[in-house]
């Protein structure tokens, strides 16, 4: 039996504030409460190192896609200044089949704080021809807007309840090396389905920054075409390295990932020298139910078999 990812289950965020959070995600995203947030999600008792557990969490869901949202009132702050090239960033990109509609949404909310400039743009051909806006939640998580062309990839999202938010698209994180993560996801069991680079006047704007010329560089576990990772490797600016954060710190957004035959993924895992490996175990065969470990870069990945 093959060992490696099956899927990326969820992404995972910290909030100080649990009501606040939620009420932006759903009224200015689109999300649905799937969980009562007074409850703890089941995926926590399976994370080692956590420390210390959230006071309360949430489940959102987006079409067939999923957020948890934990609270821990006096977590680290997200970085102060931070930008889109730097080391610590990892953004959520919801599909939106109405970009004016969703751009309006958001301004009518008033709950976060917008990265690009001037707006939703639109990049080149080059770049896939999609219509983006960057922002950040009430946390300083960032997030991105994003509409394919009319010919693109809109056709897989089914409608939701007439919502203008279809689902998640993807998960995007910078890195400092982009073939030494490439190599890192690789060992999960992700496969390289694209690359390019960006760079330009639209992407100067999406990511508020004076030039802008970086790699992407997608992958996606075999045979699953969505929500997959993308590496965003910045030639230009060069992405500052942020301090590793802790599990329970808000700029520790973690990926959880469907696993099949974990402990052997494991042994691979440690024999290639990948470090920071925890993981959970079972009382009676001590056999591996989830690990936490970190990327070359530090963003951190849950597995769960």
Known sequence: MNAGVQRLLWIERNVANLD???????????????RDPKATPQAWRNVPRIGKHPTRSARLSLGMQQIVLSEFPSAKPYHTGATSADLCFQHCAIVVDDMGAAYARWLAYRGGVAISRNGPQRLPPTSGGVMAFKF??????????ISFPSDGENGIWPPQDNDVAL??????????????????????????????????????????????????????????????????????????????????????????????????????????????????????????????????????????E
């Open 136 to 145: 950040r939640d009430p946390d300083g998580h960032p997030l991105e807007l």
């Open 167 to 304: 689902g998640i698209d993807h998960t995007a994180i910078s890195v400092s090396n982009t073939e030494r993560s490439v190599v890192f996801y690789q060992r999960l069991g992700f496969e390289v389905s694209s690359r390019g680079v960006n760079r330009g006047p639209a992407q100067q704007c999406l990511d508020n920054l004076a030039e802008v010329e970086v790699d992407v560089i997608a992958l996606r576990p075999a045979n699953v075409q969505t929500p997959h990772l993308e590496l965003l490797g910045y030639r230009v600016p060069q992405g500052r390295k942020c301090p590793n954060p802790g599990v329970c710190d808000i700029s520790a957004d973690r990926m959880v990932l469907q696993t099949q035959n974990l402990p052997v993924l494991l042994d691979k895992l440690r024999d290639a020298h990948v470090g920071h490996i925890t993981t959970r175990t079972t009382e009676s065969t001590q056999s591996a139910l989830a690990a936490l470990l970190s990327d070359p870069d530090g963003h951190w990945v849950v597995l769960l």
């Open 20 to 34: 606040r959070a939620v009420a932006f995600y759903r009224d200015a995203l689109g999300f649905k409460v799937e």
